[in-house]
């Protein structure tokens, strides 16, 4: 459990039964439940960072002042790459004084402008994976069943079903055989964890059947009768090699999978520095948005927060952009 060392209580003002002090010592804890357990734990240990520099200047860290969080801005602009380091400490900053019920110090008119200077001075242009095509897809999916080892096999289902799914690796990576549904038509897959599943509620994505070889629901199917699953395991794991079979067994880590989706383009004569594991969400959120189907369906398949986030993922053919300045032809 992770306990937050940065929250103090308030005094309190009369003598306190035991029953309060209790209570009191569940503060921490429960405060810690209104962020996902990741951001907690990078807001603890950028706001510790901050606490070491403030310390070192002989300045107090809680409350802040407004002006040494200018003056921290811009000792982290003289070190840091990109702007990331900035907009985190500025975030952890603000959270650690709510939670403590304080003013927050970076709602400050110089605080905001220093953080946008450095956003801008720090800005370089964002080398985007491309998105994989429908015929991308088959390609490489096909290459990789004319030997279908078990290894092949895992890749292909993996490709096809982050592709179809809209799927972050994270969605991926939290696929456990026991709750995958597969229908005559359809499979549906819950999530237990989602990024956007803030209170962890699950969710469920639906992947219909394709038509051909290369389709999510038939090749997950093949997956499961030859991967030696048992119980409530990962779908997408490590394979070992038995005695006279292979196996899934543990879990597969972000680098692995990235790994072989690169072989496999490698394979299929394709660039694998312009793709990556993103390459078949934003893909396959172009696919869709090109065939017409609503941002709402979209978004909801993905698991986007908003439709802003989405788009960012839509890429538009050639066609779709000559359509604007066809349809404004003079005839």
């Known amino acids: 459990m992770i306990l937050c060392s940065c929250l ?25 439940a209104s962020r996902a357990p990741g951001t907690v734990t990078k807001y603890l240990s950028t706001f510790q960072r901050w606490q070491e520099w403030a310390s070192s200047q002989e300045i107090p860290s809680v409350p802040a002042e407004s002006w040494h969080i200018c003056l921290y801005v811009v000792k982290l602009l003289q070190e840091a790459r990109t702007a990331s380091p900035i907009t985190s400490a500025i975030c952890a900053l603000a959270w650690s004084h709510k939670v403590r019920g304080l003013p927050d110090p970076t709602d400050n008119a110089q605080v905001r402008n220093l953080v946008q200077a450095a956003k801008r001075l720090l800005a370089a242009p964002k080398n985007r994976k491309r998105p994989m095509t429908k015929q991308m897809l088959n390609q490489v999916a096909t290459r990789l069943l004319r030997n279908e080892s078990l290894q092949n096999l895992q890749t292909a289902t993996l490709m096809t079903v982050g592709f179809a799914g809209l799927l972050r690796w994270n969605d991926l990576s939290n696929i456990y055989v026991d709750e995958i549904e597969i229908k005559e038509d359809y499979m549906a897959l819950f999530l237990e964890v989602r990024k956007n599943d803030q209170l962890r509620q699950g969710n469920w994505v639906l992947l219909s059947r394709w038509h051909g070889a290369v389709c999510p629901v038939a090749l997950t199917e093949r997956l499961l009768s030859r991967g030696g699953y048992e119980g409530h395991q990962k779908l997408f794991g490590c394979i070992r090699q038995g005695n006279a079979s292979q196996v899934v067994r543990d879990q597969m880590s972000y680098s692995r999978a990235r790994e072989l989706i690169q072989d496999a383009l490698c394979q299929a004569n394709f660039n694998p520095s312009a793709f990556g594991l993103h390459s078949l969400r934003s893909g396959g959120a172009s696919v869709a948005a090109a065939a017409g189907v609503p941002d709402r369906l979209i978004q909801r398949q993905g698991g986007w927060r908003s439709e802003t986030s989405m788009r960012m993922y839509f890429k538009e053919s050639l066609s779709a952009m000559l359509s604007v300045s066809r349809a404004l032809a003079i005839h």
């Not at 309190?12 to 010592?25: A, D, F, G, H, W």
């Open 8 to 32: 103090e209580l308030r005094a309190v003002q009369v003598e306190p039964t035991q029953e309060l002090v209790n209570l009191s010592r569940k503060i921490p804890e429960v405060m810690l």
